[in-house]
Protein backbone atom coordinates (compact mmCIF):
# COMPACT_ATOMS: atom_id res chain seq x y z
CA UNK A 1 0.00 0.00 0.00
CA UNK A 2 1.28 3.33 -0.82
CA UNK A 3 2.00 5.78 1.69
CA UNK A 4 -0.79 8.59 1.30
CA UNK A 5 -3.10 5.39 1.09
CA UNK A 6 -1.88 4.02 5.14
CA UNK A 7 -2.09 7.29 6.08
CA UNK A 8 -5.69 8.23 5.14
CA UNK A 9 -6.33 4.14 6.22
CA UNK A 10 -4.98 5.15 9.61
CA UNK A 11 -6.67 8.48 9.70
CA UNK A 12 -9.88 7.29 8.53
CA UNK A 13 -10.23 4.56 11.36
CA UNK A 14 -9.15 6.71 14.21
CA UNK A 15 -12.07 9.27 12.91
CA UNK A 16 -9.55 12.41 12.52
CA UNK A 17 -10.03 14.81 9.63
CA UNK A 18 -7.79 16.22 7.51
CA UNK A 19 -8.30 19.31 9.18
CA UNK A 20 -7.56 17.34 12.76
CA UNK A 21 -4.18 16.19 11.75
CA UNK A 22 -2.95 18.83 9.21
CA UNK A 23 -3.47 21.61 12.36
CA UNK A 24 -1.95 18.96 15.02
CA UNK A 25 1.47 18.50 12.18
CA UNK A 26 1.37 22.33 11.93
CA UNK A 27 1.41 21.80 7.99
CA UNK A 28 -1.88 22.76 5.49
CA UNK A 29 -5.02 20.78 5.43
CA UNK A 30 -4.18 20.94 1.39
CA UNK A 31 -0.80 19.56 1.53
CA UNK A 32 -2.12 16.58 4.00
CA UNK A 33 -4.65 15.95 1.49
CA UNK A 34 -1.84 15.43 -1.29
CA UNK A 35 0.12 13.60 0.44
CA UNK A 36 -3.06 11.00 1.06
CA UNK A 37 -3.49 11.35 -2.33
CA UNK A 38 0.01 10.65 -3.60
CA UNK A 39 -0.34 13.84 -5.62
CA UNK A 40 2.76 15.28 -3.07
CA UNK A 41 6.15 14.65 -2.79
CA UNK A 42 6.98 15.08 0.99
CA UNK A 43 9.90 15.56 2.63
CA UNK A 44 10.60 12.78 5.79
CA UNK A 45 10.35 15.66 8.20
CA UNK A 46 6.81 16.34 6.84
CA UNK A 47 5.79 12.91 7.15
CA UNK A 48 7.25 12.20 10.71
CA UNK A 49 5.21 14.90 11.71
CA UNK A 50 1.83 13.97 9.94
CA UNK A 51 2.34 9.91 11.75
CA UNK A 52 3.25 12.19 15.25
CA UNK A 53 0.07 13.79 14.75
CA UNK A 54 -1.58 10.28 13.85
CA UNK A 55 0.57 8.58 16.69
CA UNK A 56 2.24 6.36 14.35
CA UNK A 57 6.22 5.48 14.14
CA UNK A 58 7.49 7.22 10.48
CA UNK A 59 8.55 3.43 9.90
CA UNK A 60 5.19 2.44 10.24
CA UNK A 61 4.67 4.05 6.70
CA UNK A 62 7.10 2.68 4.68
CA UNK A 63 7.17 -1.03 6.31
CA UNK A 64 5.04 -4.21 5.23
CA UNK A 65 4.09 -7.10 7.39
CA UNK A 66 5.58 -7.80 10.57
CA UNK A 67 9.33 -9.22 10.90
CA UNK A 68 8.93 -13.34 10.79
CA UNK A 69 9.80 -13.98 14.47
CA UNK A 70 9.67 -16.88 15.87
CA UNK A 71 9.73 -17.97 19.62
CA UNK A 72 13.48 -18.94 21.00
CA UNK A 73 12.95 -20.42 24.71
CA UNK A 74 9.62 -18.44 26.04
CA UNK A 75 5.79 -18.53 25.34
CA UNK A 76 5.02 -14.99 24.15
CA UNK A 77 2.58 -14.19 26.98
CA UNK A 78 5.71 -14.49 28.96
CA UNK A 79 7.59 -11.66 30.46
CA UNK A 80 10.94 -11.30 29.32
CA UNK A 81 9.86 -13.04 25.76
CA UNK A 82 12.63 -14.10 23.08
CA UNK A 83 12.12 -13.49 19.73
CA UNK A 84 14.68 -14.09 16.53
CA UNK A 85 14.25 -11.65 13.51
CA UNK A 86 15.84 -14.35 10.38
CA UNK A 87 18.24 -12.31 7.98
CA UNK A 88 15.02 -13.59 5.07
CA UNK A 89 12.60 -12.60 7.16
CA UNK A 90 13.21 -8.43 7.99
CA UNK A 91 11.13 -5.90 7.50
CA UNK A 92 12.29 -3.99 4.81
CA UNK A 93 12.00 0.03 5.01
CA UNK A 94 11.74 1.51 1.77
CA UNK A 95 12.39 5.62 1.87
CA UNK A 96 10.43 7.73 -0.49
CA UNK A 97 13.90 8.92 -2.96
CA UNK A 98 16.15 6.17 -1.88
CA UNK A 99 17.11 3.06 -4.20
CA UNK A 100 18.55 0.95 -0.87
CA UNK A 101 16.32 -0.16 1.97
CA UNK A 102 16.54 -0.25 5.59
CA UNK A 103 16.00 -3.26 7.53
CA UNK A 104 14.04 -3.42 10.76
CA UNK A 105 16.42 -5.57 13.08
CA UNK A 106 13.89 -5.82 16.01
CA UNK A 107 10.41 -7.95 15.52
CA UNK A 108 8.36 -4.42 15.98
CA UNK A 109 8.27 -0.96 16.91
CA UNK A 110 6.62 -1.45 20.44
CA UNK A 111 9.67 -2.24 22.53
CA UNK A 112 11.92 0.14 24.42
CA UNK A 113 13.75 0.27 21.41
CA UNK A 114 14.44 0.38 17.81
CA UNK A 115 17.51 -1.45 16.05
CA UNK A 116 18.05 -0.68 12.04
CA UNK A 117 20.54 -1.16 9.29
CA UNK A 118 20.63 1.37 6.96
CA UNK A 119 22.20 1.10 3.55
CA UNK A 120 23.10 3.93 1.68
CA UNK A 121 24.44 3.84 -1.96
CA UNK A 122 27.45 6.88 -2.70
CA UNK A 123 26.33 10.08 -1.97
CA UNK A 124 22.60 9.25 -1.16
CA UNK A 125 21.42 11.25 2.33
CA UNK A 126 19.18 9.59 5.56
CA UNK A 127 17.01 12.83 4.67
CA UNK A 128 15.52 13.91 1.11
CA UNK A 129 16.77 17.34 1.26
CA UNK A 130 18.31 19.50 3.93
CA UNK A 131 16.24 19.24 6.49
CA UNK A 132 17.36 17.58 9.91
CA UNK A 133 15.54 15.22 11.63
CA UNK A 134 14.64 16.15 15.42
CA UNK A 135 13.01 13.61 17.80
CA UNK A 136 13.08 12.62 21.43
CA UNK A 137 15.11 10.02 23.07
CA UNK A 138 19.07 8.96 22.44
CA UNK A 139 20.60 7.59 19.19
CA UNK A 140 23.66 4.85 18.93
CA UNK A 141 25.13 4.59 15.55
CA UNK A 142 27.81 2.03 14.18
CA UNK A 143 29.31 2.02 10.96
CA UNK A 144 30.03 -1.36 9.99
CA UNK A 145 31.27 -0.28 6.49
CA UNK A 146 31.94 2.39 4.16
CA UNK A 147 32.55 6.29 4.93
CA UNK A 148 29.26 8.20 6.40
CA UNK A 149 29.45 12.02 7.38
CA UNK A 150 27.05 12.91 10.50
CA UNK A 151 25.80 16.40 11.48
CA UNK A 152 24.48 17.06 14.52
CA UNK A 153 23.59 20.24 15.51
CA UNK A 154 25.87 22.40 13.77
CA UNK A 155 28.80 20.03 13.57
CA UNK A 156 29.47 17.92 10.57
CA UNK A 157 31.61 14.18 11.62
CA UNK A 158 33.33 11.98 9.38
CA UNK A 159 32.86 8.28 10.47
CA UNK A 160 34.99 5.67 9.23
CA UNK A 161 34.17 1.95 9.36
CA UNK A 162 34.13 0.56 13.23
CA UNK A 163 33.71 4.02 14.66
CA UNK A 164 30.41 4.62 16.79
CA UNK A 165 28.38 7.77 17.75
CA UNK A 166 25.65 8.56 20.25
CA UNK A 167 23.87 11.40 20.55
CA UNK A 168 20.58 12.89 22.03
CA UNK A 169 17.58 12.71 19.32
CA UNK A 170 16.76 16.09 19.91
CA UNK A 171 19.53 17.59 18.27
CA UNK A 172 18.81 18.30 14.89
CA UNK A 173 21.04 15.25 12.55
CA UNK A 174 21.39 13.97 8.86
CA UNK A 175 23.57 11.84 7.47
CA UNK A 176 25.06 11.12 3.76
CA UNK A 177 27.22 8.28 2.36
CA UNK A 178 30.91 9.31 1.60
CA UNK A 179 32.80 8.06 -0.82
CA UNK A 180 32.04 5.68 -3.84
CA UNK A 181 31.26 2.68 -1.66
CA UNK A 182 27.77 1.51 -0.32
CA UNK A 183 27.58 2.39 3.42
CA UNK A 184 26.14 0.29 6.52
CA UNK A 185 25.23 1.68 9.42
CA UNK A 186 23.73 0.40 12.42
CA UNK A 187 21.74 2.52 14.62
CA UNK A 188 20.26 1.54 17.76
CA UNK A 189 17.20 4.53 19.02
CA UNK A 190 15.59 4.58 21.91
CA UNK A 191 12.62 4.74 22.74
CA UNK A 192 11.59 3.96 18.82
CA UNK A 193 10.93 6.96 16.91
CA UNK A 194 10.41 6.09 13.34
Avoid at 23 to 48: H, M, R, Y
Avoid at 138 to 162: A, N, P, W
Amino acid sequence: MAVGAKLRAIRTRRGLTLQQVADAAGLSKAFVSQIESGTANPSLASLKRVGTALGIPLAALFEGAENGTEPAGHTADEPGEVRVVRRSRRKQIVWPGRTTPSYLLTPDLRGPLEVMLDVLEPGHRTEDDERCMTHEGEEFGFILEGRYEITVGDKSIVLEEGDSITFPSRLPHRGRALGDRTVKTLWVITPPSF
